[in-house]
């Protein structure tokens, strides 16, 4: 890129880059940028938590005892969205800028401005959903499904929201342009897209996931919003529109953001088992092409999240056979997972613990959601704590999990020092056990029939809330350790290796010295 | 530089699929539009397409109750009637008054809307003053006949029925006072 400094220093390179703030303001560094994208997730990741254990707490008892209705309803709203928009899809995009260029063997990403705007976007927009908080009425008690005509309705909170979501979208879109620019032109020569990383490959269907469906929330945002303020009656019954009509095409959306959450955190996954497996990944090509197989179905089931909602029982047929299908390639996934363990030489290092505990818990949830898509069942466990059981399980254990795996897996790369394994074992146990004490029971609830987003409930539901509500605290506290382990490996942790994991393959590994350099591959590297 | 332009060109690709995929979002609009008119869901403005059972069920009666309002309109809307009891099968007609308060012509579309909502397909409308815009000018009063059967296959757990109207603008329609709109 740069013929003037063609001479190769490590990592204190010859042209200066602004320190202080103005480092971080005006980065272009793909590695800077991914940790802002990283720091920004974990703070959206407390503001959620802090959210859900005000849930929770309120759920501890039946009756009202700390929160008033309209503001839990304000906090599952904001828990929802925050927690989708602003922890997880943030957190594997810093996933993504700080590996793909290493990965491929590539200087940047490929437009190093346009991804500094992308990450500024998000704190603004984040901004606007805390405000939404304080405004008259108090936050737009919506629900994080934004479902008119509820929200066409609600206070000025709600139009808070719909321009943070507006500004997420426009962030999550160029961000994605970015990515596959990158992956499809930046690739070193000799890498050729089959020779790519898994990760590199989720992500690459992924941000096509991403350019498809952002615009099409953004529309449905826009019609609620002009609906609310321009006399338009696209979900007003009374003015020929239709409610139902903004299911459908959040639902078109909202299918595919389940899959845009779920398939980077599969691709985090793919490189971290066969690592600790000390085997290459098992059934590479079936895994591309099951990824592949899921973004598309992905744009084929979104009706049965509706099925309540007034459909055709031809339409229900096939939404629920569509759905089910979805099941095939997510085990071929699962199965090449495991197929990597056989016969490897395992060893459970925090980051393998963490895949294996995703690779237990995303599978269950993947059950419960066959059992969520045959419409009967459905009929009787839509809107229950089932529901929430259900995608907390590929949300939190599926999602989460896997991010955790991918940031103990590099973190010795990207700081230069190990983590203390001891704490990341403790960090391990505690959230899977915590994490099965507050949602495990939450599918006994739902069985029992306890809606989802009420703030009070039956008294036969009292025991199995109070030992959800008792989970989600030691969840929650669990994390801080996560912070203490985070911020104690970049102070004062041992010095790491150029390949601190025996079985890692990918080319930072190999390739690049440890911490990663500021610049990394300004002359491509050479493959074998 | 070559890599360059070829990464412009993507960016350029891309954005142009994004901007298509928000004009899709708008697309669905009328096609749902359309599938719900090819497969008759939520057809609530267009006269039933034909009565079937025409026999009168003497053995039950139904209570219809008449409910009306209006969208944002300065116009007085109520029914003639509150109510009425009635056999399944029995043809009914009933009417509604309405009167223009507001200073200046204005058209509005009737929407109803039924309770229980799945009561709606056994009232079989056969003339309604919801099947067309209704410009009334200002001051302008009239009565609007809505005629209708209610099927005799209505399950045996529905024994009331509300039919509600709600009255809204149609901006930008012509307030030439209609030729047939109406009935008076």
């Known amino acids: 890129m740069e013929a ?11 042209h200066g880059h602004p320190t202080g703030i103005m480092r971080w303001v005006k980065s272009t560094n793909h590695k800077d940028i991914g940790t802002m994208y990283l720091w920004f997730s974990f703070t959206m990741f407390l503001v959620g938590g802090v959210m859900a254990l005000i849930i929770r707490s309120e759920l501890f008892q039946p009756g009202l005892q700390i929160v008033q209705p309209d503001f839990f309803n304000s906090m599952t709203t904001y ?46 927009a984040a901004l606007l959903l805390i405000a939404a908080q304080f405004m008259p009425g108090g936050g737009a008690g919506v629900g994080w499904t934004m479902y008119a005509p509820l929200s066409t309705q609600a206070g000025p909170a709600m139009d808070l929201t719909i321009f943070a979501v507006h500004i997420l979208g426009i962030s999550s879109i160029m961000g994605s342009i970015n990515i596959i620019t990158t992956i499809l032109n930046m690739r070193a020569p000799g890498m050729t897209l089959m020779r790519m990383p898994l ?32 006399g338009t009656h696209f979900f007003n019954a009374a003015g020929g529109g239709d409610p139902v009509l903004y299911q459908h095409i959040f ?15 599969f691709g985090v996954v793919s490189q971290v088992i066969p690592a600790f497996s000390r085997k290459p990944l098992f059934g590479y090509a079936s895994m591309v092409y099951a990824t592949a197989s899921i973004a598309i179905l992905s744009f084929m089931v979104w009706a049965h999240h509706m099925y309540t909602a007034g459909m055709p029982v031809e339409a229900q047929l096939y939404f629920m056979y569509a759905t089910v299908l979805i099941a095939v390639p997510t085990g071929v996934k699962v199965f090449n997972w495991v197929a990597t363990m056989w016969k490897g030489s395992l060893t459970f290092e925090t ?134 382990i985070v911020i104690q490996c970049i102070r004062s942790g041992e010095k790491a290796p150029d390949k601190p994991w025996e079985g890692a393959d990918s080319l930072e590994w190999t390739h690049l010295p440890t911490p990663a350099p500021w610049h990394s591959f300004e002359t491509p590297p050479v493959l074998k | 530089m070559k890599k360059e332009r070829a990464n412009r060109r993507m960016m350029v690709r891309l954005s142009i699929f994004a901007v298509a995929m928000f004009g899709f979002g708008f697309a669905l609009v009328p096609f749902y539009e ?97 099947f067309r815009q209704q410009p009334l000018q200002a001051g302008e009063g009239k009565r609007m006949p809505v005629q209708f059967v209610i099927d005799s296959t209505l399950p045996a757990d529905v024994n009331t029925i509300t039919l509600s109207y709600t009255f809204f603008e149609v901006k930008g329609a012509s307030t030439a006072p209609a030729k047939s709109g109406g009935q008076g």
């Open chain 2, 34 to 130: 359309k599938i719900c008119e090819v497969t008759g869901i939520n057809n609530l403005i267009k006269p039933a397409a034909a009565v079937e059972n025409t026999q009168v069920d003497k053995s039950r009666w139904v209570t219809l109750e008449f409910d009306s309002n209006s969208h944002g309109l300065e116009w007085d809307f109520r029914p003639v009637q509150r109510s009425v009891r009635v056999h399944p099968g029995e043809m009914i007609q009933i009417e509604y008054e309405v009167k223009n308060n507001g200073g200046k012509a204005i058209v509005g579309q009737a929407i109803p809307s039924y309770g229980p909502k799945h009561a709606a397909p056994f009232v079989k409308k056969l003339e309604c003053f919801c």
């Open chain 1, 4 to 14: 003037a400094h063609a001479h190769h220093g490590h990592d204190d390179h010859a």
């Open chain 1, 199 to 230: 990760f590199c490959w989720t992500w690459l269907i992924t941000a096509y996931l991403l350019v498809a469906v952002m615009p099409v929330l953004a529309g449905a945002v826009t019609m609620t919003l002009t609906d609310r303020h321009f």
């Open chain 1, 79 to 124: 828990h929802g969205l925050i927690m989708v928009f602003g922890a997880i899809m943030p957190a594997f995009v810093g996933f993504a800028n700080w590996l793909i260029p290493m990965q491929i063997g590539a200087p940047d990403m490929a437009f190093p401005r346009m991804n500094n705007l992308s990450f500024w976007l998000l704190p603004p």
């Open chain 1, 351 to 484: 980051p393998m613990l963490f895949a294996l505990g995703f690779l237990f818990l995303f599978t269950l949830g993947g059950f419960t959601g066959l059992v969520l898509s045959i419409t009967p069942v459905d009929v009787q466990l839509h809107d229950t704590y089932y529901v929430v059981a259900h995608f907390h399980y590929v949300m939190v254990a599926g999602a989460l999990f896997s991010a955790f795996a991918g940031i103990y897996f590099w973190l010795p790369k990207w700081t230069g020092r190990m983590y203390n394994e001891t704490l990341g074992k403790w960090h391990f146990w505690l959230s899977l056990v915590f994490f099965n004490v507050t949602f495990f029971v939450q599918h006994f609830l739902g069985l029992a029939g306890m809606p989802r987003r009420i703030p009070d409930y039956a008294l036969q539901f009292a025991e199995f809330n109070a030992i959800s509500t008792i989970g989600a605290w030691g969840f929650g506290l669990s994390q801080l350790l996560f912070l203490y």
């Open chain 1, 251 to 265: 639902w078109f959306f909202g299918h595919p953001e389940v899959y845009i959450i779920a398939i980077p955190a």
